[in-house]
């Protein structure tokens, strides 16, 4: 069993709360889909700190288990903006599942800032970042549905 204490930091719970997000389901529904991801009959608990940062972007930080949200968007509705703030979290945290369940290592990332920022080939087609824009995608859509 995978449990993960999701650490949502003050800023982190004030930007999903606004777009009517409750940390808590999301919590559960996080613990629900890493199992889902990987079975184990061993007890594995993590800790993930979940915070904001000033831009249009998010991030995670391996090794440190430590997802960024960017709190910049230029979605108006409600709705919208609920729905990047949710991708974003989910594409993220399949890099945490990468990092800690699948032992990943980050050199297998191996692109620049800058090659994500233009989105380059070299990121774009990195297979890490194809199965974190797979797995955002697909629990996006179930999150909303279920949700909201």
Request: net charge neutral; glycine share 2%.
């Amino acid at each position: 069993m995978i449990i993960v204490d999701c650490k949502f930091n003050k800023k982190a719970k004030e930007l999903f709360n606004s777009v009517n997000v409750k940390v808590k389901e999301l919590e559960r529904f996080t613990n629900f889909i890493l199992n889902e991801y990987k079975g184990t009959r061993k007890i594995w608990n993590y800790e993930l700190l979940i915070k904001t940062i000033d831009c249009d972007t998010s991030g995670y930080y391996f090794e440190c288990n430590e997802i960024e949200i960017g709190n910049k968007t230029s979605k108006r509705s409600l709705a919208k903006k609920r729905e990047w703030y949710i991708s974003s979290y989910f594409h993220e945290l399949c890099h945490f599942a990468q990092d800690n369940l699948d032992k990943v290592k980050d050199s297998k990332l191996d692109y620049t800032e800058a090659d994500a920022a233009n989105c380059t080939n070299k990121y774009y087609k990195n297979p890490m970042e194809i199965q974190a824009r797979e797995f955002e995608d697909k629990y996006t859509k179930i999150y909303l549905e279920l949700y909201y």
